[in-house]
């Protein structure tokens, strides 16, 4: 099914990619600081937290939330357990570049998991816009030279990147193709803290293991401290509330396109933390991104 795009839905899926562009950059500094899954589950404690006060109501004992915990605990593991989970430890031993790279594969992955899993046929615009929404990124990260394209290597975190590509792929189409309890529809805090309470468990559960199975350690100090104040405030409750309510009107197909903004915005923030000038190859990789975001949600 298609759908149309308007200015705030718009708005509702281009603000995550921006402040996951901020997470990707983020964890990369902080990865000598903190273990991956650790740094996921500080993370999410935090915002949970944080979102307790607003949604603590959804997790009373009579809640229709432990009715249907089966899906709260799949979207918990997918969305929260796994996603940056993967993703920061893919940033261990992959650069920010090729990470974000093989993330551009979403729209690909959005569309597969819709056609094969959810019976959502793929339409022939979807397949044109995924095209040029993946030539606009690798535009972006080859800086306009063949020779950079050529010079890109896959290492073991590109994998981890694959699978938090495919894990959030998953995520994004079960917003959607379930129902939600009555209780829980109209109420955004008290669906996003439903999935938390369960990818802490999930979380905690692959942090405890990083302890148990590697030498684990932590550097405490005013860096990590400001991290994780950001990345638990705008890629986790700010971005998440987003996405959900985005993907709710645009649909995964279409929304998968949006997440490709997320190298673009990634450039940009090099350009303006490290005081390069932005380059022709910056404003045709956009249009290659927004075109094939324009062609994908044609009716």
């Known amino acids: 099914m298609q759908h149309r795009l308007s200015p705030s839905t718009i708005a509702l899926l281009t603000l995550p990619p921006l402040l996951w562009a901020g997470n990707a950059v983020v964890g990369r500094l902080v990865h000598e600081l903190v273990p991956p899954m650790t740094l996921n589950f500080l993370r999410w404690a935090i915002a949970f937290a944080l979102l307790l006060p607003l949604a603590g109501r959804t997790l009373r004992r009579d809640s229709p939330l432990w009715a249907h915990w089966r899906r709260y605990s799949l979207l918990g593991l997918l969305g929260v357990g796994c996603y940056n989970a993967l993703q920061y430890l893919a940033l261990q031993t992959s650069t920010p570049i090729n990470a974000t790279l093989v993330g551009s594969s979403m729209p690909v992955w959005m569309l597969s998991v819709g056609a094969l899993f959810f019976g959502v046929p793929v339409a022939r615009q979807q397949l044109l816009g995924a095209l040029l929404s993946i030539v606009g990124v690798v535009l972006v990260l080859s800086r306009g030279e063949w020779a950079q394209l050529m010079a890109f290597k896959l290492v073991a975190g590109d994998l981890f990147m694959l ?137």
């Open 163 to 299: 699978l938090a590509t495919i894990a959030w792929s998953f995520y994004s189409w079960l917003l959607v193709r379930t129902t939600e309890p009555p209780g829980l529809r109209q109420d955004w805090s008290g669906f996003l803290i439903a999935q938390m309470v369960f990818g802490l468990g999930w979380s905690g559960l692959f942090a405890g293991g990083e302890w148990l199975l590697t030498p684990a350690h932590i550097s405490w100090g005013w860096p990590l401290l400001a991290a994780l104040a950001f990345i638990a405030v705008g890629p986790a409750l700010l971005a998440y509330r987003c996405w959900g309510s985005g993907v709710q009107q645009a649909g995964p197909g279409v929304a998968g396109f949006f997440i490709n903004l997320t190298p673009l915005f990634a450039a940009l923030m090099s350009t303006l933390f490290l005081g390069e000038h932005p380059h022709l190859y910056h404003a045709v990789a956009f249009g290659f991104i927004v075109g094939g975001i324009v062609v994908s949600a044609r009716r």
